[in-house]
Nanobody, 120 residues
Framework: QVHLVESGGGLVQAGGSLRLSCTAF????????MAWFRQAPGKEREFAVA????????YYTDSVKGRFTITRDNAKNTVYLQMNSLKPEDTAVYFCAAGVGAMEGPYDYWGQGTQVTVSS
């Protein structure tokens, strides 16, 4: 089992930045692929970014490429999402996810979500 705890969400103006954190408990973190998904109001949950267990590979959906950066610190069991140049359309609940396989998924464990609101 893996328990994921997210933090760092909040309200920010368009053009601003936020950093989300997700700490994992219960399994060797360095064996897990990690990802962030997001769910906007009235929409389905969508993939945003992912990072391999080693941190050597990352993948970004087109809508966040160049603005978001995912990193991980295996010594702290934590993955981070740095979000810059935020837009109102980035408003969503952001979910951290962990998978025991490849970065492409599937993702087996989920956090509770953290709200990110970007005002125009």
């Amino acid at each position: 089992q893996v328990h994921l705890v997210e933090s760092g969400g909040g309200l920010v103006q368009a053009g601003g930045s936020l950093r989300l954190s997700c700490t994992a408990f219960g399994r060797t973190f360095s064996t897990l692929a990690m990802a962030w998904f997001r769910q906007a109001p009235g929409k389905e949950r969508e993939f945003a970014v992912a990072i391999s267990w080693s941190g050597g590979s990352t993948y970004y959906t087109d809508s966040v490429k160049g603005r978001f950066t995912i990193t991980r610190d295996n010594a702290k069991n934590t993955v981070y999402l740095q979000m810059n140049s935020l837009k109102p359309e980035d408003t969503a609940v952001y979910f951290c996810a962990a998978g025991v396989g490849a970065m492409e998924g599937p993702y087996d464990y989920w956090g509770q979500g953290t709200q990110v609101t970007v005002s125009s």
